[in-house]
C-alpha cells in the first residue's frame, strides 16, 4: 500500500524522480505525473490500464504558468480562466512542443486546469514543472473522492498519496473550449453550464461522443461500478427487483425509499441540495459496489446546477442501454 500523508516535500521528490504521486483536488483526487517528462506520463496510462487516445489533463498553479506550454489562450477563455481558476474549469489549449504527444494522443490541443486546493497549489507552486493527472482510478471505474478510495485501487502501483480529505466539489472538471468562435462543452462537471453561461452567452454542450474516443470520460461506458447499475423510476424497480427475489441496494436523491432497509440504501442528499448530491455521489457508488446486493438501482437528480453533470455520471454508469447520455 502507498504512504499517506501531508508532506509536499516528499510528493515532489517522487514526482522529480519520474515517479507518481496521488493528489488532492476540489473535484476528485489526480494521478500525478510529470506532465513534461514522456516516461513519467507513460507510467500513468500503465498505471491506470488507460488506452492510449484518452488524453490526460495538465495542471499548474497560475494563468501565466499556462503559457509555458501552450501557444495562447483564446480571448474568450481567457475570460474563464480568469474568473473560475483555480476552480472546476478544464480548458483546451493549442499545445507547444514540450508537452510529450502521449498527454494529448497526438491531439494538438492540450487540456489544462488549475485546481482550487491548497496542498495541491503548494506541491505545484515548488515544482519547475506541471503535472499530468487524469482521476486516480482503474480506466472506466468510479473517480475517488478520498485519499484511501486511491489507495484501495492504486495504493500498491504508487509510492506516496498527498490526503487533502474529501473533495469539495466532488465531480471532475468541467471541459470547456472553443471552435469557430463558439464555446463548446465537451464534459458536463463541478462548474456549472449557468455560471459558464453568464460569462460568455449560450453555449454548445456536446458530451455525447461514444464513437469518438477522442473524447474523454465522454466514452458511454465509463465511471461504473462493478455490480450492474439500474436508472429509473426507484418505486417501479424496487417493486420489480422484489418481486423477482433478486437482492438490491437503493442510491436515492432526496428522501429514502420507506421500504427498504436503511442498510441497503444511500441517500445523496436528504435535504435535495444538487451540490451536496454531487459532493456525495462518487463516494456513495463506492458504498453501494461492497454491499451484499447483486444489484444497485437508482435515479436521476432534476437537470438543474450541478444536477445535469450528476445524471451524466449516473447515465454512464448506468447497466440498462435506454439511458443513453443525451447529446447537445
Ligand atoms: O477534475 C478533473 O478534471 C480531474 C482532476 C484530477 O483534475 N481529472 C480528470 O482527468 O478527470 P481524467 O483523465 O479522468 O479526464 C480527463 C478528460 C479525459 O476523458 C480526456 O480524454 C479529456 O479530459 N481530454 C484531455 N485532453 C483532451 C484533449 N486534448 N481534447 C479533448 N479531450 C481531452
Ligand atoms: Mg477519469
Known amino acids: ?31 500525478a505525473g510529470n506532465g513534461l517528462n514522456p516516461d513519467a506520463v507513460a507510467k500513468i496510462f500503465a498505471t491506470k490500464n488507460r488506452p492510449d487516445f484518452d488524453p490526460l489533463i495538465i495542471h499548474t498553479s497560475s494563468i501565466e504558468r499556462v503559457l509555458d506550454f501552450t501557444i495562447e489562450i483564446p480571448e474568450i477563455l481567457r475570460l474563464l480562466g480568469e474568473k473560475f481558476w483555480p476552480g472546476p474549469l478544464t480548458l483546451l489549449l493549442s499545445k507547444k512542443n514540450i508537452v510529450p504527444d502521449l ?18 497549489m503548494d506541491l505545484l507552486n515548488i515544482l519547475d514543472f506541471p503535472l499530468a ?14 485519499a484511501s478510495h486511491v489507495n484501495d485501487q492504486l495504493g500498491d502501483k504508487i509510492p506516496y498519496i498527498l490526503d487533502g480529505g474529501p473533495c469539495e466539489v466532488g465531480l471532475e472538471s468541467t471541459i470547456v473550449g472553443v471552435e469557430n468562435n463558439e464555446v463548446v462543452i465537451y464534459r ?100 453501494l459496489d461492497t454491499m451484499d446486493v447483486s444489484v444497485i438501482l437508482s435515479e436521476l437528480l432534476p ?20 439511458c443513453n447520455p443525451t447529446s447537445d
Open 303 to 322: 437537470e438543474q446546477g450541478l444536477g445535469r453533470a450528476v445524471n451524466d455520471r449516473l447515465k454512464r454508469a448506468a447497466t440498462t442501454r435506454d
Open 103 to 120: 498527454v494529448t494522443s497526438g491531439l494538438d490541443m492540450v487540456a489544462v486546469r488549475i485546481p482550487d486546493h491548497s496542498l495541491s
Open 188 to 287: 458536463l462537471g463541478g462548474l456549472d453550464v449557468k455560471d459558464i453561461e453568464a460569462l460568455v452567452g449560450n453555449v454548445k454542450v456536446r458530451t455525447q461522443s461514444s464513437s469518438n474516443p477522442k473524447s474523454p470520460g465522454m466514452l458511454k461506458s465509463h465511471y461504473a461500478p462493478q455490480k450492474p447499475f439500474i436508472l429509473g423510476d426507484l418505486k417501479t424497480l424496487i417493486e420489480e427487483y422484489q418481486s423477482k427475489g433478486i437482492t438490491f441496494a437503493v442510491l436515492s436523491f432526496g428522501d429514502g425509499s420507506r421500504n427498504v432497509s436503511t442498510g441497503k440504501q444511500v441517500q445523496l442528499s436528504p435535504s435535495g441540495n444538487l451540490n451536496e448530491a454531487a459532493k456525495n455521489l462518487f463516494a456513495s457508488m463506492r458504498a
Open 133 to 146: 493527472a487524469p482521476s486516480a482510478n482503474p480506466f472506466g471505474y468510479i473517480s475517488p473522492t478520498k
Open 1 to 31: 500500500m502507498a504512504e499517506i500523508g501531508q508532506d509536499i516535500a516528499k510528493a515532489k521528490a517522487f514526482l522529480e524522480r519520474g515517479e507518481l504521486v496521488g493528489i488532492p483536488t476540489e473535484t476528485v483526487y489526480g494521478l
